[in-house]
């Protein structure tokens, strides 16, 4: 349940690198990564719509299409890197996990509240970078373009940074609208590696930002949809919101 939250990122939508009713000619150079994530933030609505956002809720519901389970996930970020993030799906319990800026921990259902470590809070760390769409190319320095391929039927350019681990993160943007349309993450299970595809689809305008409204999870372990039913920005959030609990067994 902890990858659900790897797939919780803000997206955008802007205008085509071709202008409208006319194509491409055959011998144009695709665009190049900068090209990419410029339109990507130019379609979240912009530097300066961005850097006017200082908190962000988002609040809906979590299923699993192969069980039919079904829960609540709520997220809380604050700038510059705060962020918690609660998954409650009925037939598991209760899942939360944050990073107050300096530290993650997660809820411990047999434990109490635990610090994170390794793999676990670089994750934690980058998700909870509240402007992160505007450090892509600092959070992924070892990003490259790897050209253009189908997303829902709809053609879209390919990002990918290889971790220190030797794995591959790659991020499809839809090559007519800009959005970020997925991503391919890899996370580590008992038996090693592998990789969780997230869709993200019905994007909003959310107090001059895009937003995606309906998040598909797919892995060899795992399958969620996650619909927002409620985004908010600049809403107040005390700090204490994502510190670790003092309560429970240490």
Do not use: C, H
Not at 84 to 89: L, M, V
Not at 154 to 160: F, I, N, Q, S
Not at 203 to 215: A, E, L, N, S
């Amino acid at each position: 349940m902890r990858l659900v939250w790897s797939a919780l990122l803000a997206v955008a939508m802007i205008a085509s690198f071709v202008p409208m009713g006319r194509a491409a000619p055959q011998s144009a150079q695709p665009p190049t990564v900068d090209q990419i994530l410029d339109k990507y933030v130019q379609g979240l609505g912009g530097r300066d719509a961005i850097m006017k956002l200082t908190t962000l809720t988002m609040k809906g519901s979590i299923s699993n299409p192969s069980t039919g389970e079904t829960g609540t996930v709520e997220i809380y970020m604050k700038a510059p890197n705060k962020r918690f993030a609660a998954t409650n799906i009925y037939a598991e319990g209760l899942d939360e996990r944050a990073y107050n800026g300096a530290g993650g921990w997660y809820l411990d259902p047999d434990a109490g509240p635990k610090d994170m470590s390794g793999d676990d809070l670089t994750s934690i760390k980058l998700q909870a970078e509240f402007y992160r769409d505007l450090k892509l190319k600092d959070l992924y320095p070892q990003l490259s373009s790897e050209g253009r391929v189908s997303v829902g039927g709809k053609p879209a350019y390919v990002l990918a940074s290889r971790r220190a681990d030797a794995s591959t993160e790659k991020l499809y943007f839809d090559a007519e609208s800009g959005l970020l349309v997925r991503d391919d993450v890899p996370y580590v299970t008992g038996d090693g590696r592998s990789l969780v595809q997230n869709d993200f689809e019905d994007f909003r305008d959310v107090d001059g930002v895009k937003r995606p409204f309906t998040i598909r999870q797919t892995s060899p372990d795992f399958d969620y949809v996650i619909k927002f039913t409620e985004i908010r920005s600049n809403a107040p959030i005390e700090d204490s919101k994502f510190e670790k609990p003092q309560t429970g067994k240490t």
